[in-house]
């Protein structure tokens, strides 16, 4: 499950990848995009919250999950690019707060 952490990860000096603090929101513009939690496609159209992560070479990485896969939902109305969905985006995305 993904977990919105607001603390960065220690970084190790053996990885060259360093994971961004704050997650992303958007749509599926496609439906090839897999979630990195279940492994399950993304539908073309669903809401989906990426991770960033960036390389020491200058090289971006995107991992993406489905919302239902997020174990912090109460953190998703924080997220950047929550104020650009539909408010029935933003409805569903309510509806898995506890």
């Known amino acids: 499950m ?7 990860t220690a970084a190790d000096q053996s990885n ?11 749509k599926a513009t496609t439906n090839s995009c ?9 539908a073309q159209g669903c809401v989906r919250v990426g991770l960033i992560f960036h390389h020491m070479n200058g090289y971006i990485g ?5 919302i239902t896969c997020c174990e912090t939902p109460e953190q998703l ?12 985006d933003q ?3 309510q509806a898995l707060i506890p």
């Open 62 to 66: 995107l991992d993406w999950h489905h």
């Open 16 to 26: 060259p990848w360093s994971k961004e603090v704050v997650p992303v929101l958007g």
């Open 77 to 88: 109305p924080l997220v950047d690019g929550y104020e650009l969905l539909s408010p029935d």
């Open 91 to 93: 409805a569903a995305i």
């Open 34 to 42: 897999m979630c990195q939690s279940c492994q399950e496609p993304i």
């Open 2 to 8: 993904l977990s919105m952490s607001v603390a960065a």
